[in-house]
């Protein structure tokens, strides 16, 4: 039982949930305790001490099934009132229906016998289990392994056998008992394969989750060369990475609040000691930076702008008001999405939302739209980041509004995923655009992105 | 303590709360485990009446904190009481010289005075807040740490200790240990990422709204004296209204508030001018109920009781339908 645990645990961890050796730990002390009679309270157990958020019960409600599922489905022995003779009657039919495979599993469903380990086994390396390795995987080699088994076209397969039985002669009553026990036999074996499936499927997950590359080698790898799954694993660490930056920007902020003397607050604070100023408040510096995200979503910048508005969603709570815009060649406001969707989604909605064809990316213009449409998101206390390459196609920059922008904000900062030495290369305005700005970050891949936006709150 | 879960559950019953499997599971599991439980989830489902359900189901007294952004320590854990103690030193003072003057030397007094140290920070002066009383009660207790979410991560960390080893230290005074081990309850409307650390220490329970039928039973339960074809209709509403894309989807306690208001209104059926004069009790935002309207004036045509009737048992599970 123990290694089922074990195995279910890291299940759950390939499956993104994020679960630590204190967290099993207390799974297994709660399981030692209470015992694995009450099937609820065991699962209660598992659940309460092992999932602690919410969007990721359902993983748990997938896989728990799985590795503590029905075991054994129930199957039926259609055969058990029949007489001797009816017996032999089944016994000599099926042979005469002697159609290799489907015979055999005549008699299974007949006899109710589940497969065997072993059989699962051949049928599963035949359908391409072991190298399936996701989830939605499971129903198409389920379909595959039911047609090695011939359950396809099962209703003929019976009816012809009861047919044949009618015609020896066998009562009514056998035939309809018979019948519906095939039947449900037929059920709990697509059950038991169903179940086989996933629960393989789980466990390959589990595997492979163990071998993939360290965290560390990722957070310094470039946005360009990782694969979709190793950024999956990377989306997964940057609820992680966030909630180290918004601890260190609370702090920050909590240290940093010497602002003027607050004479009312310390007035009252002070009451309790009959009005002598022992105690002094301050009135609290705004620290919270405004923030104006421009993010470049061509191609190139799609990766690291997804991760910056995933960065931006997670500190949302160290951030006073934080508006983001997309553009490839039109400006386009993320606001919306930004406050109500996850931040999984936003990046992907908008590439949706913005017409396909052939994109030109153009700062200048998504400039011009920008201070038409939405000058007002940008105080003196706001810090506007541009976030692209600065390859423009050799359209205008429109250095004059970058300029504009730069008069009217705290501050303007420009994240460049390309080395410095680019720059001069090609299409690139950024050695124009770089005078314009208080700082320029490379932020080539997520260990830089982060440490960037750390500076924010500085 | 219990000895199952469904001891738990009849006796939340008892305290007119009506539990779940999973809830009266992990109420069972943290009494056993002896560890917190973080609950979660939309605002309005009853966390905190469960905390209360849970107090008055075990016989406890309940202590609440209730958090805030800028919650310290001062005000959750403990407090010296300066009056006091100048009002002592004040009031001693003779005491005090009387016993100095004894000493020849000024380091012979400076020893005495360290000796009686002890007086002016003791327990004496220590004004505990809700941590502090939870620790030092006579009695058991249930500590209800809610909304927790509003709090600063820092003082989530502070609370690391209390959680895993029911103690805290008081510098002045050193550790002090729980006399009776409270049962902790933290809730959490799910504002912000909680850290790691503080989940790791919890066991996880999500609330979430209730089913059409758990509704009608809390309705009956709390609200006795509304008509049971009138009570049904109701919570017909209120799934359905959950179902829709509003801004504040109208909580359980709301949906008791407006159970009340139609007792109130002596209301004996669902027609179009009672749910459009008591729709605000439901729902606080103008546009929601602009909305509301029109989603069920698009779904009858006609009125509100046809459109009532409409929404039948078969969609009653809302939550399935919003994944």
């Known amino acids: 039982m123990d290694s089922r645990i074990v195995h279910f645990i890291t299940a759950l961890r390939a499956s993104g949930v994020r679960i630590s050796l204190a967290e099993s730990q207390d799974a297994f002390y709660a399981i030692n305790h209470l015992g694995l009679d009450d099937r609820e309270v065991f699962r209660v157990s598992l659940k309460s001490t092992l999932v602690k958020e919410a969007k990721d019960a359902p993983a748990f409600d997938r896989l728990f099934p799985l590795f503590f599922g029905s075991g054994q489905p129930p199957m039926t022995n259609g055969t058990g009132g029949m007489s001797a003779d009816e017996q032999q009657m089944l016994e000599d039919v099926l042979r005469e229906i002697l159609r290799e495979l489907r015979a055999e599993l005549m008699r299974r469903l007949a006899e109710g016998r589940p497969l065997t380990p072993e059989e699962l086994q051949q049928m599963g390396q035949q359908a391409g289990l072991p190298n399936a390795h996701q989830m939605y995987q499971q129903q198409w080699i389920t379909r595959r392994m039911l047609q090695q088994l011939g359950l396809q076209d099962l209703q003929e397969a019976i009816d012809e056998l009861m047919e044949l039985l009618a015609a020896l002669g066998l009562s009514d009553e056998a035939r309809q008992q018979l019948r519906a026990a095939m039947q449900g036999n037929a059920e709990a074996l697509e059950e038991q394969v169903d179940d086989y499936v996933g629960q393989q499927i789980a466990e390959n997950m589990a595997q492979e989750y163990e071998k993939r590359p360290p965290l560390d080698d990722l957070m310094h790898r470039p946005f360009e060369t990782l694969s979709e799954r190793e950024r999956d694993e990377l989306r997964r660490q940057v609820a992680r990475l966030a909630a180290q930056l918004r601890s260190r920007a609370a702090l920050r902020q909590k240290r940093g609040k010497e602002g003027t003397l607050d004479p009312k607050a310390t007035l009252r604070a002070n009451l309790q000691y009959g009005g002598v100023p022992i105690k002094m408040k301050f009135k609290h510096k705004q620290l919270k930076p405004k923030l104006v995200l421009i993010a470049d979503v061509s191609t190139s910048m799609r990766p690291v702008a997804e991760f910056m508005v995933r960065l931006m969603y997670e500190l949302s709570d160290q951030i006073s008001r934080a508006r983001s815009f997309a553009f490839i060649n039109h400006i386009h406001d993320l606001t919306r999405e930004f406050e109500h969707g996850r931040a999984n989604e936003v990046v992907q909605e908008v590439l949706e939302r913005i017409p396909p064809g052939y994109y030109n990316t153009d700062l200048g213009a998504a400039l011009i739209e920008f201070t038409h449409d939405h000058f007002d998101s940008v105080d003196r206390r706001t810090i506007v980041i541009f976030l692209g390459d600065g390859r423009n196609n050799y359209n205008d920059p429109r250095l004059d509004l970058v300029d504009q922008i730069k008069r009217r904000a705290k501050r303007v900062l420009w994240f460049n995923p390309e080395h410095p030495l680019q720059w001069r290369h090609g299409d690139s305005d950024m050695l124009q655009y770089a005078p314009l700005c208080h700082a320029v970050h490379r932020v080539s891949n997520l260990a830089e992105l982060a440490e960037a936006v750390d500076r924010l709150f500085d | ?323």
């Open chain 2, 1 to 323: 303590m219990f000895k199952d879960k469904r001891e738990v559950q009849n006796c939340l019953g008892e305290q007119q709360y009506i539990a779940t499997d999973e809830i009266s599971t992990v109420l069972f599991l943290a009494e056993r485990l002896d560890k917190p439980i973080l609950a979660e989830g939309p605002a309005g489902v009853g966390k905190t009446e469960l905390a209360k359900a849970w107090a008055g189901a075990t016989g406890r007294e309940l202590i609440r904190l209730q958090c805030y952004e800028g919650l310290d320590e001062t005000k959750a854990l403990y407090e010296w009481e300066y009056a006091k103690q100048m009002l002592y030193t004040q009031l001693l003072r003779d005491k005090l010289s009387q016993l100095l003057s004894e000493a020849e030397t000024l380091s012979a007094a400076a020893d005495r005075l360290a000796n009686e140290e002890d007086v002016f920070f003791s327990e004496r002066f220590l004004l505990p807040r809700p941590l502090l009383r939870a620790l030092t009660s006579d009695k058991p207790v249930v500590l209800l740490i809610d909304e927790i979410d509003r709090s600063d991560t820092e003082f989530e960390a502070f609370l690391l200790e209390i959680l895993s080893d029911f103690q805290v230290s008081v510098p002045e005074l050193g550790t002090i240990k729980a006399r009776h081990q409270p049962l902790v309850l933290l809730t959490s409307n799910n504002t912000r990422e909680l850290s790691e650390a503080l989940k790791r220490r919890c066991l996880y329970l999500f609330v979430d709204y209730p089913t059409m039928e758990q509704e009608l039973n809390i309705v009956r339960l709390k609200v006795p004296d509304l008509n049971v074809k009138l009570a049904q209709q109701a919570v017909q509403i209120v799934q359905r209204l959950r179902t829709m894309d509003l801004k504040k989807s109208p909580s359980v306690s709301e949906t008791l508030d407006w159970a009340k208001a139609l007792v109130a209104l002596n209301a004996d059926h669902m027609d179009e001018a009672t749910l459009n004069t008591t729709l605000t009790v439901l729902l606080k935002h103008e546009s929601d109920v602009q909305r509301a309207r029109q989603g069920m004036e698009s779904r009858s045509g006609r009125g509100g009781s046809q459109a009532v009737d409409r929404y039948d048992a078969n969609d009653s599970d809302p939550r399935r339908r919003r994944r």
